[in-house]
């Protein structure tokens, strides 16, 4: 499509000087376009129709190919872990998806070759100054090419690609069901995370145990000021094939002696402590990140990730940061050997506070 200069914009377009102009014996001739050939479904409305319905009926196999992958995620489960298993769900997916794409691709092409217009044109050059005139052409553009492409006539192409195209993104959504996690006979609350989050390994009777070494701690061994990272201690006791990070995760504590009368009634439940000794969850409750910096003189832990705050000698309460509460606390106690155990789990979920949000 051309465009026509406004004479206003060709009277003020810088003119050449007269001495730069060099005559050439033999200048360059314009070759022209060379003459259009018609295609076959611009010469027989028969083919015109065939390519019509070839277009479409891609478009239909494309879905129909998006839904296949669909059914394949729940037809090939891989919640079995077995590797067959996987291999048929990855496979079949794949495949689904692959093809849905593949389809849709080909079928453009072919509107484009066969049924869009192919007449060969010139566009001149213009000025990319916005004008009026430039903008109604715009327009024009738009106008022409919805006209060319039979998008806004030829209903059944179009239904066709917007069915395809839409159902091509529902296979991708599909998959993001397998990151979440599933119950089964044997892990009932695997689905249910606020339910896993409510409990962890830590019960009744249960030793407080040095972290990574998994040995019992004492509390005349617990130095005044000090800070120890702690793990339940039958926790050495699970295999890393059967969850072994994600209690560790869930159970982790930060172990503190204070002085007795720096830890106010007010602020602490002192059943829950033994002798200025206090267990919160290393699990900060902003976004789960570790707590894992203590500050013995203010009593104060810190949060490295977004600087959360928590004041050990006020019920580890949020003084700074986005933490919107308090770190759980291990209600503990000493067996007869002096030992330092739990008295029971958690009370409240650790971890990021959306999980109390059920």
């Known amino acids: 499509m051309s465009h026509e200069e406004e004479p206003q914009a060709l009277e003020k377009a810088p003119q050449p000087s007269s001495g730069l102009v060099v005559a050439v014996a033999d200048p360059v001739q314009n070759p022209g376009l060379p003459p259009h050939r018609e295609r076959m479904t611009d010469k027989d409305p028969a083919a015109m129709n065939r390519a019509v319905r070839t277009v479409y009926t891609l478009f239909y196999i494309s879905l129909a190919a998006s839904l296949w992958a669909v059914a394949a995620y729940m037809l090939f489960p891989i919640e079995s872990g077995d590797f067959g298993d996987i291999r048929s769900n990855n496979l079949f997916i794949g495949l689904g998806i692959g093809f849905a794409l593949l389809t849709i691709g080909i079928a453009a092409i072919h509107w484009s070759k066969a049924i869009m217009p192919d007449k060969e044109h010139i566009e001149a050059r213009h000025s990319t100054r916005g004008k009026e005139s430039t903008r109604e052409a715009a327009v024009d553009v738009f106008r ?7 998008f806004g006539r030829r209903t059944a192409i179009r239904g066709g690609l ?26 009932p609350l695997a689905g249910d995370p606020v339910a896993l989050l409510k409990h962890t390994m830590w019960k009744e009777g249960e030793r407080l145990a040095h972290d990574p070494s998994g040995l019992p701690i004492r509390a005349a061994d617990i130095a005044l000021g000090s800070a120890v990272h702690v793990m339940p201690e039958s926790l050495k006791d699970v295999d890393h094939l059967d969850g072994y990070l994600e209690e560790k995760a869930k159970a982790i504590v930060l172990l503190m002696r204070l002085l007795p009368e720096q830890l106010p009634a007010e602020y602490n439940r002192l059943d829950w402590s033994y002798d200025g000794i206090v267990a919160y969850s290393k699990v900060c409750t902003h976004v789960g990140c570790p707590v894992a910096l203590y500050e013995q003189q203010t009593h104060h832990l ?12 006020r019920g580890a309460e949020v003084i700074f940061g986005p933490a919107a509460r308090p ?23 650790v971890g990021p506070s959306f999980w109390e949000r059920h």
Do not use: M, W
């Not at 022409?144 to 039979?150: L, P, V, Y």
């Not at 810190?302 to 000698?313: G, K, N, R």
């Open 162 to 187: 917007i069915a395809a195209v839409v159902a091509s993104i529902v296979p991708g959504v599909t998959l993001f069901r397998g990151l979440a996690p599933h119950s089964s006979e044997e892990k």
């Open 302 to 313: 810190l949060c490295p990730c977004h600087q959360s705050q928590f004041d050990v000698s």
């Open 327 to 349: 770190l759980p606390q291990l209600p503990i106690t000493v067996d007869a050997d002096g030992y330092l155990i739990a008295k029971s789990d958690f009370e409240e979920p």
């Open 144 to 150: 022409e090419a919805n006209e060319e492409s039979g």
